[in-house]
């Protein structure tokens, strides 16, 4: 297990560096029970689990962060709250109450304060809630028993350019889900199917894989991990379907544009609209805002340019700065976004 003084903040990675404790509950007849704090990387699962043949698993992803002032701040756990009540609800599994959602939160921080990355390190701590089925089953069912746990692990950024444009491709050859399955949830297996892709992708030289509506290849759905949004006309557009992850940040992030005098639209959005767009980019809580500098179809043999002079837009720039700010405690937080904790 690493000790914090050995991590440099400044270099890390998007990658799992281990913390002292982890926060776990269980669901057992019929009720969740306690937290339970543990110090062991390793759980248990019995070899007819669910969550290992029928791919009853949800997981969550958010941050903490260490402020100008000291204090930590977390933002929006109730929307990652709710996120996951509707995946369980997706696949059948028990929901975790919000409230108990957050005592895990406030326990697994206050565990690992130590490994709170400090203000204007570049870096985070990210909070991991994973929620499995443990219940045997060899017939196709839900199970009769689950468990959740919380880890946390400090973070550099996704990607490795940062806040700067990347190139990103169209491939029409793959699906990240169908358009009525799983793609509104998030679970592992949304993730398992976008990973060929991916890796081809970072091969051929690009960051992530702009995924295609299954049924007509026709629309915008996913940016590899994150939502798409694109830029014109002083318009904020994002893509609405049938298979696209609520993301926390681009629901932040519409918001914000509202308050900073931008329309927003959320509807599908055709291919064929990356030739207008001013600006573009991928959102999500890893990265907040991963500006795209050019996208390249590589079915028809297209290539649109985005942002002409390879830096970030001024949209685009401006809204990644604003949440930032709001997340860090320099911004006044408006809309009651931040969970503050004052002592940590």
């Not at 969740?32 to 997981?59: C, K, N």
């Not at 756990?77 to 975790?96: D, K, V």
């Not at 839900?142 to 700067?164: C, H, M, Q, S, W």
């Not at 298979?243 to 639209?265: C, F, H, R, W, Y």
């Amino acid at each position: 297990m690493e000790n914090k003084q050995e991590l440099d903040w400044s270099s890390l990675g998007f990658g799992y560096h281990p913390t002292h404790y982890n926060v776990r509950c269980y669901w057992r007849d019929g009720a969740w029970g306690e937290l339970e704090v543990s110090d062991s990387e390793m759980i248990t699962i019995p070899m007819a689990a669910t969550s290992l043949h029928y791919g009853q698993e949800a997981f969550e992803g958010l941050k903490a962060f260490r402020g100008r002032d000291g204090k930590v701040r977390v933002f929006r756990p109730e929307e990652n709250a709710a996120r996951l009540q509707s995946t369980c609800r997706g696949i059948l599994m028990p929901e975790l109450p919000t409230e108990r959602f957050l005592e895990a939160i406030d326990r697994v921080l206050e565990l690992n304060k130590d490994f709170i990355p400090p203000y204007e390190s570049g870096a985070s701590l990210y909070i991991r809630p994973l929620l499995i089925g443990l219940g045997k089953q060899v017939g196709i069912a839900p199970a009769n028993e689950y468990l959740f746990l919380v880890f946390v692990t400090p973070v550099g950024a996704y990607f490795k350019t940062g806040f700067r444009p990347s190139p990103m491709a169209i491939m029409r050859g793959y699906d990240r889900a169908a358009p009525l399955g799983t793609g509104t949830y998030k679970v592992g297996g949304n993730y398992a199917a976008s990973l060929k892709s991916g890796v081809l992708a970072h091969e051929l030289g690009y960051s992530a894989v702009i995924y295609l509506d299954a049924k007509e290849k026709l629309y915008i759905d996913e940016c590899g991990p994150a939502n798409f949004f694109g830029i014109r006309e002083n318009t904020y557009i994002t893509p609405k379907s049938s298979s696209i992850l609520p993301s926390v940040t681009n629901k932040s992030l519409m918001q914000l544009a509202q308050d900073m005098g931008l329309k927003v639209e959320q509807r599908p959005v055709h291919v064929d609209e990356l030739a207008t767009f001013e600006e573009a980019g991928a959102c999500g809580t890893a990265a907040v805002i991963s500006p795209i500098l050019r996208v390249d179809d590589l079915d028809e043999h297209k290539q649109y340019i985005i942002s002409k002079d390879g830096n970030p837009g001024p949209i685009s720039t401006a809204l990644y700065e604003r949440l930032r700010a709001i997340q860090y405690g320099d911004y006044p937080d408006e809309h009651g976004w931040v969970r503050l904790y004052e002592s940590l």
